[in-house]
Antibody
């Protein structure tokens, strides 16, 4: 069965950095585009970033452009999100999700808290 | 960026009733629209893709319709497990965007 497991969340100060990981299993990872989606506490869903199956195309939500970088290592079946210059408004649960005519599999999420 | 507006914000219904949720896009997204269900403490679950295609293992009581700018998610007869928050999402233009959600609550 398809499993996506995020890790790397935690508490970080404003202007700090974190790298999130999403370990995929039960799927041919290299054939799927992947996304990061976040959800601030008590709020709705916000799309964050996309990466094509081969890593050649990437897109970002405007507020994270220049600060976040999505990447993947297909040899390790792992998706990443490098987050720099973090702001308090980046506090959220971060989900990775598989792109398959919609986001059909999601991880359980990892909580990122940006606070001094 | 394409803005998705969902209505109503909250829908108060009883089990067995029909639920009709609306999603309106600020410009055409063709049929590149998906619907998700989210329950407290859980990740979202894909219900509908390409405006009207039910995802794997989604019950037939869930249906989607629409194209262009106006879309509808219908739950024909609410089951107790259907009380949740529902989001629409467009994949036509970057950046992808989600609607703000409709909460279906027990009346």
């Amino acid at each position: 069965q398809v499993q996506l497991v995020e890790s790397g969340g935690g508490v970080v100060q404003p202007e700090g950095s974190l790298r999130l990981s999403c370990a995929a299993s039960g799927l041919t990872f290299i054939t799927y585009a992947m996304h990061w989606v976040r959800q601030a506490p008590g709020k709705g869903l916000e799309w964050v970033a996309f990466i094509r199956f081969d890593g050649t195309n990437k897109y970002y939500e405007d507020s994270v452009k220049g600060r976040f970088t999505i990447s993947r290592d297909n040899s390790k079946n792992t998706l990443y999100l490098q987050m720099n210059s973090l702001r308090t408004e980046d506090t959220a649960i971060y989900y990775c999700a598989r792109d398959n005519y919609g986001l059909d599999y999601w991880g359980q999420g990892t909580l990122v808290t940006v606070s001094s | 960026e394409i803005v998705l507006t969902q209505s109503p914000a909250t829908l108060s219904l009883s089990p067995g009733e029909r639920a009709t949720l609306s999603c309106r896009a600020s410009q055409s997204v063709s049929n590149s629209l998906a619907w998700y269900q989210q329950k407290p403490g859980q990740a979202p679950r894909l219900l509908i893709s390409s405006a009207s295609n039910r995802a794997t293992d989604i019950p037939a009581r869930f249906s989607g319709s629409g194209s262009g700018t106006d879309f509808t998610l219908t739950i024909s007869s609410l089951e107790p497990e259907d009380f949740a928050v529902y989001y629409c999402q467009q994949g036509s233009n970057w950046p992808w965007t989600f609607g703000q959600g409709t909460k279906v609550e027990t009346k």
